[in-house]
């Protein structure tokens, strides 16, 4: 493990169980919200595997995993991704927040010993997505869109819940359109976004 990381897992017992171990860490650092959040987010990400035909222990993993770098503030996420020399694009030094994805790939291997891509790939675009994404990037996308960390429904729902009946791509792609018609809510926009817009509109013609 990173000596990074040995600070925020030292006073954690890991037991090799991934859902357990990473409940802990997230609720040992007081993400009570974070740590629920991932626990549907997981549940959510294995019925869209089963529906798509995506592996679904590769899907729960993911998801477990997603936001486990949320035991950071994200005041420290720029250091620590300069720290692990992670690449920060120009919007992420802006929003540092969105470094979080990235943050929680590394912390997957290096923590919880990951070493399967396609989780790991998931794992690093599941907020902006990226052009050419997997089944199993979608799948984690779209699961922590549906259970959101927020209060209520998400207003995007029924339309994203609707066109998964059709395909995963078009539900993935009605969820990017309704956050490009509604661009001025976004802090920035992300080039993995757009790359992941622009390459689904193209798959779907």
């Given at each position: 493990?990173?000596?990074?990381?040995?600070?925020?897992?030292?006073?954690?017992?890991?037991?090799?169980?991934?859902?357990?171990?990473?409940?802990?860490?997230?609720?040992?650092?007081?993400?009570?919200?974070?740590?629920?959040?991932?626990?549907?987010?997981?549940?959510?990400?294995?019925?869209?595997?089963?529906?798509?035909?995506?592996?679904?222990?590769?899907?729960?993993?993911?998801?477990?995993?997603?936001?486990?770098?949320?035991?950071?503030?994200?005041?420290?996420?720029?250091?620590?991704?300069?720290?692990?020399?992670?690449?920060?694009?120009?919007?992420?030094?802006?929003?540092?927040?969105?470094?979080?994805?990235?943050?929680?790939?590394?912390?997957?291997?290096?923590?919880?010993?990951?070493?399967?891509?396609?989780?790991?790939?998931?794992?690093?675009?599941?907020?902006?997505?990226?052009?050419?994404?997997?089944?199993?990037?979608?799948?984690?996308?779209?699961?922590?869109?549906?259970?959101?960390?927020?209060?209520?429904?998400?207003?995007?729902?029924?339309?994203?819940?609707?066109?998964?009946?059709?395909?995963?791509?078009?539900?993935?792609?009605?969820?990017i359109k309704y956050q490009m018609d509604n661009k001025e809510n976004l802090k920035i926009i992300h080039p993995w976004l757009l790359e992941?817009?622009?390459?689904?509109?193209?798959?779907?013609?």
């Open positions: 493990m990173n000596d990074i990381f040995k600070k925020i897992t030292r006073d954690v017992t890991l037991t090799g169980d991934i859902r357990k171990d990473s409940y802990n860490l997230l609720m040992k650092h007081n993400k009570i919200i974070i740590a629920n959040h991932s626990l549907r987010v997981a549940e959510k990400a294995k019925l869209l595997a089963k529906q798509f035909g995506v592996n679904e222990n590769l899907a729960e993993v993911a998801g477990l995993l997603h936001d486990i770098s949320g035991v950071y503030p994200n005041e420290e996420k720029l250091e620590l991704c300069k720290k692990l020399n992670i690449e920060i694009l120009l919007e992420e030094e802006r929003f540092p927040m969105i470094l979080h994805q990235k943050i929680s790939r590394v912390m997957a291997t290096e923590i919880f010993n990951i070493s399967n891509e396609e989780i790991l790939e998931a794992i690093s675009c599941h907020t902006t997505l990226r052009s050419n994404a997997s089944p199993l990037d979608m799948v984690l996308f779209i699961a922590d869109k549906i259970e959101w960390d927020q209060k209520g429904l998400p207003p995007y729902i029924d339309e994203v819940e609707k066109a998964l009946n059709t395909s995963l791509e078009l539900s993935t792609f009605k969820f992941a817009y622009l390459d689904l509109e193209k798959r779907l013609i």
